[in-house]
């Protein structure tokens, strides 16, 4: 049974699934997302996602420590 509102639903659904593709196809990789950091602490939200992260470090032999910066006594 053909109904006169088919036609319109059908271009309904397609012009919805074609605003969905073009969308996707806007947004950023997941690289580029990493790489832009657009969110507060970081492009993981502080969590660290990778497994290894060190649980201690020695700042005298600079064990796991991968930078410094030395910080004045006293800012006047």
Avoid: C, Q
């Amino acid at each position: 049974m053909n109904s006169p509102h088919t036609g319109t639903f059908l271009l309904s659904v397609f012009a919805l699934a074609s605003a969905t593709v073009v969308a996707a196809a806007d947004l950023p990789t997941p690289d580029e997302y990493r790489g832009n950091w657009p969110r507060f602490r970081g492009p993981d939200g502080g969590v660290v996602a990778k497994a290894g992260a060190p649980l201690a470090f020695d700042a005298k032999s600079g064990a796991n420590i991968a930078w410094s910066l030395a910080v004045p006594a006293s800012v006047t």
